[in-house]
């Protein structure tokens, strides 16, 4: 997944958990909420993490190859209040990573759709 330069405005579809984390945040790109707006992806998922300075490293590491599928899995740790996303991962390789988030915990009830 090609990121943008710099955060761009994004529009998604409200939904528990994620969205009201995502309101909390330091926002350098606008994320609005709307019934009309982008539905809840992979790829829009790492898209707000891009707008997000403080995750944006997690959101260029997720774009990459074979990390992808686990942006849900990396979102909803964090939204679940869990900021102990391991940083010592940057610097591996994909699959050593992959390995990694693997081990995060399941998602909670509250999922994030």
Known sequence: MKLPKTPQPITIKPAPLFAEWLMRQEQQA????APTGNDLTNETRILCLH??????GWAKLLATPGLTRFAEKVCTHLAA???TLPEQLFGHTNAEIAEALKQLPPRPAAAIH
Do not use: S
């Not at 606008?30 to 909420?33: E, V």
């Not at 707008?51 to 944006?56: T, Y």
């Open 81 to 83: 209040g869990r900021h």
């Open 30 to 33: 606008p994320i609005t909420l």
């Open 51 to 56: 707008a997000l300075p403080e995750f944006r």
